[in-house]
């Protein structure tokens, strides 16, 4: 008999910790290789974690709503193997798992840089990682959590103790914090520690998880860029008709739909080469220019939240890869069944308000990249149409483009003329391209 150590594996560039969400299994249940344990939330993704083999839960060593971070050991499973052959050959490289052990009791909030505070210095609040993770949901920054007094082993902040902090009205919460160092939800100018409450009429319902994430995401969105959005009605008559024409032979040859999606990213991420300072980051004083064009397309869920895989150098694509990616993103975004690196690494986003009938919108930036494209409903409108030396009326297919960017690092003559490039490669589509 042997005991294997399932730890969290890595699970993207930059993704140190995930959260515990749900186990599918319970201690002395026999699990079979291959079988889901266990389901973690990072910032962008939920994903399931399979048995490298076969046994016996022994523990579940980290519960549901704990943080455990990449590396630690988050369960025991007892095989039935010699202790040198517990593991299966193959197993850690298959999937990503490399047994450790990293017991890890308490976290602290910062990572501490000294031992004992200097005079004048707060030393670190010491918290458990449910406790970390409830203080991040509720918006209560590190400075406002030294402001807790904990009840717990040597002056340990509990569960109960920020139920009682909250239930209290949050004295400690600071009135504004422009730009708080690690609060994801700084309060803005005019907002009150007072939580609305609801009418006996009203119907309360939670925030998920996710809900959290994407609210404190867009706060702090705003917090930080200052967004500015341009708009275009585009002329798209062309390409509409060249769509109609050829989607039934597109969909025989590439089974993938020709949707309107991959026309526009075809054209944005050709307006993406021809104006290289959208492509990019904002770091400090610095501005990073990204070579790759990465495009994300925000996907509504059934559940009415919002996930942005990405298509990674998108310029590189044919239209049909392009339209395979994009139902197959799509499909597995709905189905919750995305990799964690396939919602990270964009550079921009693309978002089509106009499947709900929507003329146009004002997104948000997803950060950290600087701008982000709307596509509106595609409406057919008399249109004023210059024919030889003459100009009439006719009834066009028309698309209003709305393009939000970051006043930081993209001025206006920079943003409108990225935006105009991407309607002339729309308006202008090749009709007799082959499919």
Do not use: C
Not at 71 to 80: D, K, M, N, Q
Not at 360 to 376: D, F, K, Y
């Amino acid at each position: 008999m042997a005991r294997f150590e399932l730890v969290l594996p890595a699970m993207g560039e930059g993704i140190i910790e995930a959260a515990i969400t749900r186990w599918f299994v319970s201690n002395g249940q026999h699990v079979l290789p291959d079988q889901p344990l266990v389901e973690v939330a990072t910032d962008k993704v939920d994903s399931e974690i399979p048995s490298p083999v076969e046994g016996t839960v022994v523990r579940l060593v980290y519960q549901e709503g704990e943080i455990p971070r990449v590396g630690e050991v988050i369960a025991l499973i007892e095989t039935a193997q010699a202790e040198e052959d517990s593991l299966p050959s193959g197993a850690q490289a298959d999937h990503g798992i490399k047994p450790a052990r990293l017991p890890l009791e308490m976290i602290s909030v910062r990572e501490k840089r000294h031992h004992n505070p200097q005079p004048g210095q707060t030393e670190d609040v010491q918290v458990s990682p449910l406790v970390r993770m409830l203080a991040k949901q509720r918006g209560i920054s590190l400075t406002e959590l030294r402001t807790v007094k904990g009840s717990g082993l040597e002056g340990r902040i509990t569960k109960e103790d920020i139920n009682r902090y909250i239930q209290a009205g949050r004295p400690g919460a600071p009135s504004f914090e422009p730009g708080a160092a690690g609060d994801e939800m700084s309060q803005t100018p005019g907002q009150t520690t007072e939580d609305p409450v609801a009418e006996p009429e009203d119907e309360v319902i939670e925030m998920g998880r996710l809900r959290k994430l994407i609210a404190g995401h867009m706060v702090r969105s705003k917090r930080i860029a200052p967004h500015v959005t341009s708009f275009l009605e585009a002329d798209i008559t062309p390409l509409v008709a060249w769509r109609e024409k050829h989607k039934e032979e597109f969909y025989q040859r590439e089974q993938a739909k020709l949707t309107f999606t991959p026309l526009f990213l075809e054209a944005v991420a050709l307006a993406l080469k021809d104006f290289p300072l959208i492509n990019v980051t904002e770091s400090g004083a610095q501005i990073i220019i990204r070579k790759n064009i990465n495009i994300g397309i925000a996907t509504a869920l059934p559940d009415g939240n919002l996930i942005v895989p990405v298509i990674r150098n998108t310029d590189r694509e044919s239209l049909g890869s392009l339209a395979r990616k994009v139902t197959d993103l799509a499909e597995r975004a709905r189905n919750n069944s995305l990799l964690p690196a396939e919602i990270k690494g964009g550079t921009f986003t693309i978002t089509n308000i106009g499947q709900y009938n929507n003329l146009t919108g004002t997104p948000i930036i997803n950060q950290p990249e600087s701008a982000i494209l709307a596509v509106g409903t595609i409406t057919k409108k008399p249109w004023a149409v210059k024919t030889g030396t003459e100009i009439g009326l006719a009834v066009r297919d028309i698309t209003m483009l709305s393009l939000t960017y970051d006043h930081r690092v993209i001025d206006g003559a920079l943003g409108g003329s990225f935006l105009s490039r991407i309607a002339w490669y729309l308006e202008n589509f090749d009709t007799g391209r082959m499919v």
